[in-house]
Nanobody, 119 residues
Framework: QVQLRESGGGLVQAGGSLRLSCAASERTFNTNAMGWFRQAPGKEREFVATIYWSTGTTSYADSVKGRFTISRDNAKNMVYLQMNSLKPEDTAVYYC????????????WGQGTQVTVSS
């Protein structure tokens, strides 16, 4: 199985920045894309961003577009989420995910990392 490990979460003030990291144990034909999802208390898990290993093509949720940037380092099997201009509404547990395609959805999940934005 593909194993994913997130890190970089924490507590920041509104307007601040954080960078999340996700280490993948491997890349396979069945994990062509990586993504970030988040879940706030009492809400369903929602899509944040995805990126393809081969092309670097990205996609973002409207709520984070212009503020968040997803990137990857193929040599290290690492995916990152740079989060700028953070808002209290961004507070959630952030999960790294691996999938064959963005349309198919995640097949593997990380353990999650807490991001809290205070005002």
């Amino acid at each position: 199985q593909v194993q994913l490990r997130e890190s970089g979460g924490g507590l920041v003030q509104a307007g601040g920045s954080l960078r999340l990291s996700c280490a993948a144990s491997e890349r396979t034909f069945n994990t062509n894309a990586m993504g970030w999802f988040r879940q706030a208390p009492g809400k369903e898990r929602e899509f944040v961003a995805t990126i393809y290993w081969s092309t670097g093509t990205t996609s973002y949720a409207d709520s984070v577009k212009g503020r968040f940037t997803i990137s990857r380092d193929n040599a290290k099997n690492m995916v990152y989420l740079q989060m700028n201009s953070l808002k209290p509404e961004d507070t959630a547990v952030y999960y790294c995910a691996a999938m064959r395609t963005a349309i198919a959805g995640p097949s593997y999940w990380g353990q999650g990392t807490q991001v809290t934005v205070s005002s």
